[in-house]
């Protein structure tokens, strides 16, 4: 449904998109997930046509933006961080408008009662836009995306702002247009895109920097596994004995518990099991073992480390 190749765009000597390329399928929800200026804003505008790039293609449904820009358009509905409300006007009078405004070929009143029913605003249709809350106005964004059916939506941060209730009922939202559209969903908050997207695409310093099934992600992200351990000792034998154990890649202690205790993380290699030697090492020192767990990274922390490695990989 969506190819995105090569795409590049660059401010002056500012490099905001870095040859990206990803592609998204029919009926599939992607979020596209980064921290604030990794660039999603950027592809987003890209994608929708409101701004150019520098460099690359993007194709929609077979129609391409620069070659085709008013028929690709028309199979985008767009809802940018700020929804472009007329807040003086009722809810249905801005949709009208804006059904005028695309040129939908629809019938109208039937149209408008269908989407505004679809987001949750039938109740509301005579009310001001600005008389409403954020979440409500939200909803009144989208409903200005879905006008004409369109098979591609694009959500930039559709949540920011909102309040804990507000945002369960726009990840239900976001979930329901799944079925019929295919849709890119942005976000910088990592629990946002996993409650809702099936696929995950990270960005970072303008790059691409993974891509993968949101069950997949964290396989993805790991350069390796992690065992945690609180033991009794000199920090420094416990270390130097650690790094001694086959398929160990890195040990550092990573908080001070009492005069003789600390916890420590040991990274290893994925498919290792390091339990038994790294009791067996600790028992040659006569260091014992207080707790250990082992396991994966948690999400959250893989994403912390990968971001702040692109971070710095971007700054040398």
């Known amino acids: 449904m969506i190819e995105v190749k090569n795409l590049t ?33 950027t592809t987003m505008n890209i994608i929708t046509g409101y701004i150019s790039s520098t460099r690359g293609t993007v194709t929609v449904d077979g129609c391409e933006i620069l070659a085709e820009p008013r028929k690709t358009k028309q199979k985008i509905g767009y ?16 949709l009208e408008f804006m059904f005028d405004l695309k040129r939908v070929k629809l019938p109208k009143k039937e149209h408008v009662d269908e989407v505004m029913r679809l987001v949750g ?3 509301h249709g005579n009310r001001l836009i600005k008389n409403l809350s954020k979440g409500y106005r939200q909803r009144v964004g989208f409903a200005q995306a879905l006008l004409g059916n369109p098979p591609v939506i694009i959500l930039d941060e559709p949540t920011v702002g909102l ?16 079925k019929k559209h295919t849709v890119i969903f942005s976000s910088h908050v990592l629990s946002e ?37 609180v033991i ?16 160990v890649t890195q040990a550092k202690k990573t908080e001070t518990l009492s005069d ?22 600790m028992a040659r020192i006569h260091c014992p073992i207080l707790e250990m767990r082992a396991g994966s990274e948690s999400l959250e922390e893989l994403y912390l480390k990968l971001t702040a490695k692109a971070k710095g ?3 040398a």
């Open 79 to 94: 809802l940018p961080e700020l929804p472009p409300l007329y807040v003086d006007m009722t809810v249905r009078k801005y």
């Open 260 to 281: 003789k205790t600390g916890r420590y993380a040991v990274e290893y290699k994925p498919g290792a099991d390091i339990r038994r030697e790294t009791f067996h090492a």
């Open 193 to 229: 895109i996993s409650a809702t997207c099936d696929r995950i695409i990270i960005i970072a310093e303008g790059r691409i920097i993974a891509d993968a099934k949101k069950d997949e992600l964290s396989k993805v992200l790991a350069d390796g596994q992690q065992l945690t351990a």
């Open 313 to 315: 990989g971007a700054e």
């Open 163 to 178: 309040d804990p209730q507000q945002i369960i009922e726009i990840r239900k939202l976001i979930k329901s247009l799944g």
């Open 9 to 41: 765009k660059r401010y002056g000597k500012i490099t905001a998109l870095d040859n990206i390329s990803f592609t998204v399928d029919t009926g599939e929800v992607l979020g596209f997930l980064g921290p604030n200026g990794a660039g999603k804003s």
């Open 232 to 247: 009794e000792g000199t920090p420094a034998d416990i270390i130097a004995e650690l790094k001694k154990i086959p398929d």
């Open 121 to 123: 605003l039938e109740k």
